[in-house]
């Protein structure tokens, strides 16, 4: 049985009661090695990915997303549903609320952010038009509705470099170039996904309001908090998405993306 399902997500996005046939798996990609589990959820083959690392060891910026990427190709996987805790710029998306996301802004500076970086890989110009996978943003569309949860649509995320949190004078800035939500993941995870041909969504769930709307100093315990009291509900829709990605791929995903090195 092939794995068609990754899941990259902080701790407590799945259940481990949930999950059978629990396995370790260690992927060693030119890139580097991933730790990932493997498990039987809801029926399904699914590999899950922990982005800061399992004891939540790895900052934003020293997170090897190239080895990530890369072994979930290694391993067969097409596609490819990620959490991410994000501040928010939006009334319309308060904390608590979870939010599909439809476009970014990279104010990242130095990640390694690309497969293509010339010499033996290549030098290729991926589109990123549609930077997240339309069908599978409609999967989690109609699992929400079946489960009732609601999904808001639409989320301009902007990555940060982080470690620090952003000062209000750029939350104003991002606010005035149209971001909705703030996080230090997203890029260039997408954009690989996007160079590999992976589908790739972005369930952002948001955890706080962003400096300088937030009545209060941000705290790193605040997010997690938030995310505790909310990640049921990330597990709930991803629990009720996975038997609905039998369908095939209807999406251009495959087409825009190229072979990478492994
Ligand atoms: N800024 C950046 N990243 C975040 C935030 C934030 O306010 N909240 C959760 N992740």
Redesign the pocket.
């Known amino acids: 049985m092939s794995i068609h399902l990754a899941i990259i997500g902080g701790t407590g996005v799945y259940d481990p009661k949930l999950l059978g046939a629990v396995e370790r798996l260690e992927v060693t990609t030119r890139y580097g090695t991933a730790l990932l589990t493997q498990g039987i959820y809801q029926g399904e083959k699914v590999v899950f990915l922990a982005r800061h690392g399992t004891e939540h060891g790895t900052p934003p910026h020293k997170i090897n997303y190239r080895a990530n990427m890369a072994a979930l190709v290694k391993l067969g996987v097409s596609r490819v549903i990620a959490t991410a ?3 928010t710029l939006n009334e319309q998306m308060p904390p608590g609320s979870m939010v599909l996301l439809e476009q970014f802004l990279d104010f990242t500076k130095g990640r390694e952010a690309t497969f293509f970086d010339g010499g033996e890989a290549g030098v290729i110009h991926t589109d990123v038009t549609q930077p997240y996978c339309p069908q599978l943003k409609q999967f989690l569309q109609r699992a929400a509705q079946n489960a009732a949860l609601e999904l808001l649509d639409g989320g301009v995320y902007v990555c ?1 470099e ?1 470690p620090r ?2 000062t209000p004078a750029e939350i104003k800035m991002f606010k005035m170039l149209g971001g909705d939500l ?3 993941t997203n890029v260039p995870e997408v954009v690989l996904a996007r160079e590999a041909g992976l589908c790739y969504s972005t369930v952002a769930l948001c ?2 309001f ?2 300088g709307i937030s009545p209060q100093e ?1 705290s790193h315990q605040e ?1 997690l908090d938030v995310m505790e009291e909310n990640v049921d509900k990330v597990r709930r829709l991803l629990a009720e998405v996975i038997p609905l990605l039998g369908e095939e791929r209807s999406c251009q995903c495959q087409d825009l993306g190229h072979s990478i090195l492994l």
């Open positions: 805790a994000v501040g940060t982080g949190f952003e703030v996080g230090m955890t706080n962003a400096a941000l997010v």
